[in-house]
């Protein structure tokens, strides 16, 4: 038996509402969504996912070293060839021989990573984290982008535990059309055949449902939701009320989640207590899978869903970066990816380094020791990604460097800081620079407690560089 | 070791040229500094030259000293191009003087160049803060104003400094490069508009930073053995002090202060044998209104903490006892970074010589000259002294 003994969902912290659509369009088309979440300009899947999973770990009380088997799993990951579980895993500190698996190209992607972590249970590995995270995008005007909300959930697998895999089964059948995105575009369209849609949609879900041993008899049903009326559509196929799915839905105020769209409402039914939870996902082409947990009503979850950080629509565009430019083309500052790759121990995760001379502390640990000079090899020490800022300022227009043109064009002043990062007992600290985020400016201040979380730096030649950054502390 | 003198000094006006090149702005500079000179200097007489350029723009990045003292006739003499950012040609300088004190040559040309004003706003941004520290410093979404304002917020936390008072630096300033012929930003500002300027780098507005400039300086400097030959008034290089230090602040001992400039002032003082009351006029590098406040604290000109009040107190104003930055400094005479260092020697030629026009310092005999690079990676001083006694 495969059981989930660890939850962690993610939200990013801006919203917007479906009136700020209205106000721009006239309409909104994403009928059943109230408000929904936005990507910051420095986040993506892969950021997103690192949030959900760190959290599902620390629900789990699991250490990261001890998961052995990882997947990824997203409609549209942020790279369209590169498999990013190699990064996701370094960020997390997952052993380099776990098994990892990413699962893309459908808003079923999420079930499909859960359906294969339960395999992998059932057969040789002890400990799975699976990670769905998703942010849609459509034209601007179209209701795929409407709808397109943000988030990420992530489940810590082993084979005992409070919530059970007890049931699973899939279906699916040809419906092309209702769902894309061509290779080379960024946007995802459908032809909009109402009906057809709609068949696609109860079609398959009927039919994963139908697949199962018993009949469904949960207190919570976490549909597909790509609007906030679809999933109630569905309840006749799926064998449930529209109060059990409504027990569970995220997209009225966080928006269509993709990939991510069953797995955060799963997330959020265990967390809720739910003593039983159907979860049924849609992938256009079309297929769905049903999987249903038993619980004590006591499964370890940690959420982050919660915000009301509103966005206007102008607002939302600067973010996604529909009214921008881009990065100047003269570039920055050179760092080479190579450059980059060596420092990956401490932008992921904070490796310091002690002088075995004086003892001291340095990051990054490299070169002659900063207390007493001494140039000798550094022994490593992880700092605990807490602390205080020494030294801050506000950047605006026209104090930022050329690789943060485009993140500032997009999400306006940043902090930047020096901040002492502790150890973990906090006795010892180190300096370094760091960028703010997830929060505004003004709330970054000298003696401020503060706690990293992994970012976009910047891109350069199409090359993302992922490190920390600093929020004030929780 | 042989002393060295100061013989002449000049600079071409700086500001932006479109009808210029680095070349030609370098010409200006070095006809100037030997046009200074009292009896007379001429390009066959170098023996060698040092010459400060960061490069911006890219331009002639390798060789661009020889591509200079060349075109201005230098003959063939050894020329070497020194790199040390916003500090290049105050390190043109102080090799100048040690090639004059070893005895390797009578005489050094020291000077620097830069343009900045030519390049598409795209090709400007990428040369914007590039002698910060890149991996991390840069990548936390710094360029020099957000280092300087992290360096001002901590100040203005542990000593009370406002904004006020680094407003105050602009305002004197600008009126000292009112007086300067060759400032870019030669006009006055009230406090009101140093207050009321757009934010760059909180708490640092746009009054707060020097502009990017287009222009170069020169200086002469000779040794003992011939400065007779140049002049009858010698000023001799009484100190030299130069300091280094980690290129990113959040590496270094302290955010309040230039611990580079530190050494350097120690170093020279002792050389020079004198103290920060023996000056009567500093060019301090004053790229941003706090560097000029931490300039205050580091070069001994009032105790730490206490900068804020100096400048409040008028007396670093023309007329007042220590008066700061006569030439308008970075802020309103510009800063053309490899010139910047060469060019504040120039003010201190023109002062120490009398022929400071309006701007003159009455009857000084000892100044200083104080450059830095990056946010204190380099860090170097001169000071300069009128040899009235020695000489009688």
């Not at chain 1, 959900?52 to 990882?70: H, K, N, P, T």
């Not at chain 2, 202060?257 to 009567?280: F, I, N």
Request: glycine share 12%; net charge negative.
């Amino acid at each position: 038996m495969t059981a989930i003994t660890g939850v962690g969902a993610y939200a990013p912290r801006f919203r917007i509402s479906a009136e700020a659509f209205q106000d721009a369009w006239g309409q909104f088309q994403a009928a059943g969504v109230t408000e929904k979440a936005v990507a910051a300009a420095d986040e993506d899947a892969l950021t997103m996912a690192y949030e959900a999973a760190g959290r599902a770990l620390e629900a789990a009380d699991v250490d990261a070293a001890s998961v052995d088997w990882l997947a990824f799993a997203c409609s549209r990951p942020p790279l369209a060839e590169e498999d990013l579980t190699a990064r996701l895993g370094a960020m997390l500190e997952i052993d380099e021989t776990a098994t990892r698996h990413v699962f893309a190209g459908s808003t079923r992607a999420g079930t499909r990573a859960l359906w294969a972590g339960t395999d992998a249970l059932e057969s040789d590995s002890t400990t799975g984290l699976v990670v769905a995270a998703d942010a849609p995008q459509g034209d601007p005007d179209d209701g795929v982008d409407h709808a397109a909300g943000a988030g990420a959930a992530a489940f810590v697998l082993e084979s005992e535990g409070s919530a059970e895999i007890v049931d699973r089964a899939e279906y699916a059948t040809p419906y092309p059309g209702t769902r894309f995105r061509t290779t080379g575009e960024d946007e995802t369209q459908g032809l909009g055949v109402t009906q057809y849609d709609r068949a696609a949609f109860t079609e398959t879900i009927g039919g994963a449902v139908s697949g199962l041993e018993t009949d469904p008899d949960v207190e919570a049903a976490a549909i597909q939701a790509p609007d906030g009326k679809l999933p109630y559509r569905a309840a006749g196929a799926a064998g449930v009320g529209t109060d059990e799915i409504q027990a569970a839905a995220t997209v009225h105020s966080l928006g269509d989640l993709g990939a991510a769209s069953v797995p955060v409402s799963l997330a959020s039914a265990l967390a809720d207590g739910f003593g039983s939870v159907l979860a049924v996902s849609h992938g256009s082409g079309a297929g769905a899978d049903a999987l249903v947990v038993e619980t004590d009503g006591d499964v370890p979850a940690e959420m982050s869903l919660e915000s009301d950080d509103s966005l206007s629509y102008a607002e939302y565009l600067r973010q996604r970066g529909v009214v921008t430019s881009g990065p100047p083309s003269g570039g920055g500052a050179y760092v080479s990816v190579p450059s980059w790759r060596r420092s990956i121990p401490q932008r992921y995760n904070l490796e310091a380094g002690r002088c075995p001379e004086c003892g001291a502390l340095s990051f990054p640990p490299e070169g002659a020791c900063s207390s007493c000079g001494a140039l000798e090899a550094y022994e490593p020490v992880q700092l605990s990604g807490e602390g205080s800022i020494e030294a801050v300022t506000t950047i605006s227009q026209g104090g930022a460097p050329p690789e943060f043109a485009e993140q500032q064009a997009r999400s306006g002043d940043y902090a930047a800081a020096i901040v002492a990062l502790e150890t973990d007992d906090g006795s010892e600290s180190a300096s370094i620079a760091a960028m703010g985020t997830d929060a505004a400016p003004d709330d970054f201040a000298v003696g401020d407690r503060i706690e990293t979380t992994i970012r976009r730096i910047y891109t350069q030649e199409s090359v993302t560089r992922y490190g920390f950054k600093i929020r004030p502390a929780e | 070791m042989r002393d060295a003198y100061l013989v002449g000094a000049g600079q071409s006006d700086y500001g932006a040229f479109p009808e210029e090149s680095y070349r030609s702005l370098f010409r200006t500079a070095f006809e100037a500094a030997t046009d200074s000179v009292p009896n007379g200097l001429e390009a066959s007489d170098v023996d060698e030259a040092f010459v400060g350029n960061l490069g911006v723009g890219g331009r002639q990045l390798g060789l661009s000293g020889p591509a200079v003292t060349e075109h201005v006739g230098l003959g063939g003499v050894p020329c070497t191009r020194v790199e040390n950012a916003c500090a290049a040609s105050g390190y043109a300088t102080r090799q100048a003087v040690q090639a004059v004190k070893s005895g390797m040559a009578d005489v050094v040309l020291a000077g620097g160049f830069e343009i900045m004003s030519d390049m598409s706003s795209d090709a400007t941004k990428y040369w914007l803060g590039v002698s910060g520290e890149t991996e991390w410093e840069r990548l936390s979404g710094t360029t020099f104003s957000g280092v300087y304002a992290q360096m001002a917020s901590v100040h203005m936390e542990t000593y009370g400094t406002t904004r006020e008072q680094l407003s105050r630096v602009a305002v004197k300033n600008h009126s000292n490069g009112a007086k300067n012929p060759h400032a870019q930003l030669g006009f006055e500002c009230s406090l009101e508009d140093a207050q009321s300027a757009p934010v760059v780098a909180d708490p640092l507005n746009l009054y707060h930073c020097c502009p990017t400039s287009d222009g170069a300086a020169c200086a002469l400097i000779v040794s003992e053995d011939v400065v007779d030959e140049y002049t009858d008034d010698p000023i001799r290089v009484a100190g030299v002090g130069a300091g280094s230090d980690n290129v990113g602040l959040f590496q270094r001992d302290s955010y309040t202060g230039v611990p580079a400039s530190q050494r350097a002032a120690e170093t020279a003082y002792e050389m020079a044998g004198v103290e920060p009351d023996d000056l009567d006029f500093a060019e301090v590098h004053d790229c941003f209104a706090i560097a000029e406040l931490l300039a205050y604290e580091d070069l001994g000109f009032c105790e730490k903490g206490e900068a804020g009040q100096l400048i409040e107190s008028g007396e670093t104003e023309i007329g007042g006892d220590l008066p700061v930055n006569t030439s308008g400094g970075l802020k309103s005479k510009g800063h053309p970074i490899g010139a910047t260092g060469a060019g504040q020697v120039v003010e201190a030629f023109k002062q120490l010589s009398g022929n400071a026009g309006e701007r003159q310092v009455e009857d000084p005999t000892r100044g200083l000259t104080h450059n830095v690079g990056g946010s204190g990676g380099a860090s170097v001083i001169h000071i300069f002294e009128k040899e009235t006694e020695v000489s009688a």
